[in-house]
Structures are given as C-alpha cells and as structure tokens.
C-alpha cells in the first residue's frame, strides 16, 4: 500500500503521455507533457473558473491552435490535468490501493500521509488540486465541480468499504461507524488542503496526521 501510495504521489506530477504527431499544415509541435505540467500548475494556483484561455496559453507557451488540437477546451484541459494529477489511472489507482492495503488504519494513514506530502510539494502549489481548484458555486464552474466531487466519493466510498471488512474480520470494533471514520479522513485531507494555502508547512500537517491516527479505534 505504501509503494502504492508513494508511486502515486510522485506520479501526481509527471505522467508520461505521447506527444500528438506533427502534420504538414497544424501548428508548431511543442513539449506536451511540459505544457500539461504547466496547465496543471496554474489550475492549481488559480482555480478553474479563475484561469483563462489567455492565461493558459501565456503559461503554457503554446499557441492557441496547438491548445485545441491538443487538449480541446478549457474543461478538456482542465479534466487531463486531473488525470495527470492523479497518476494517469484516475481514482481507479487510489481505490485498489486502498482494498489492497493491509488496513483500513494502513490506507487511512496512507491517504493522509499523501495529502499532507503532496499539499506541501516544493515545486508545487500549496493544497489539493482536487480540493481547491473549484470552489466556485457559479453554474459555469458547476459540472466541473460535480466530476471532482464524483472522484472524492468514489475514494472515499473504497476506504469506507475497507472499514467495513475490517469490522467484519474483527480488526476493528464491531461497533465502529465506517462512515464517520471515512468521512472523518476526508474531512482532514480538505481541511490540511486549507491549511497548506494559508502558509502551513508540511510538518504541521504530518503532526495533524499522527494526531487523527491516534483516535483510530482499535478492537
């Protein structure tokens, strides 16, 4: 679960995807993976709704045609960033992490000690692209809105399922609200996503992490 958990942290940030083939007549090819990075970054700083097809384009350093053929629209843009953040498999990587860990306790201080390490990257924007990128209620920014809640229910969904079966197999009490202690998780890898953009360094956040760990019930 940890290589798992540590192979997704560091593929948050670079995932290799083949650059489109040049064609006589399209713009001028460009590094993909460097623009996507780019993208991502700013998404990240500025939020959805915040960040503009002109701001992309500066930041990214491509033209506007090379960013149509190449990614789409802004919400075409901003989906294969999340992707990219998430390593390429989308929730589908952290949700088998998560029923393959030795624990619930495992994937629950798996999840937070990821949060903690990827809100607090040097070479990245402080908090959770995922937690922070849309906090707009405007209806322009609301299906975006909806696809990331979708993937936060679907993690979230998995490591309550993991509870459960350690309820079932007597790892946990029999007694134990699996989903309080998921929601729980949850609600501290939104909160430490808070904390890291208002200037909250990692080791805070590893000590807020410990601190949750040690009111996990235990049987």
Known sequence: MQREVNHYISNA?????????????????????????????????????ATSISDLIRTMGITPPSLYAAFGDKRQLFRACIERYLGGGGAATIVRSIAHAVSARDAAHDLLTAAAVGDTGDSTPPGCLLASSIVSSSADAADMREELAIIRREIEAALRARIRRDVDEGILPRDSDAEALAGHVFAVVQGMSTLAKDGADRDKLLRIVSSVMMCWPRA
């Open 13 to 49: 940030m670079k995932v290799s995807a083949s650059s489109p083939a040049r064609r006589i007549g399209r713009p001028r090819s460009f590094d993909r993976d460097a623009a996507l990075d780019a993208a991502m970054h700013l998404f990240w700083s500025q939020g959805f709704e």
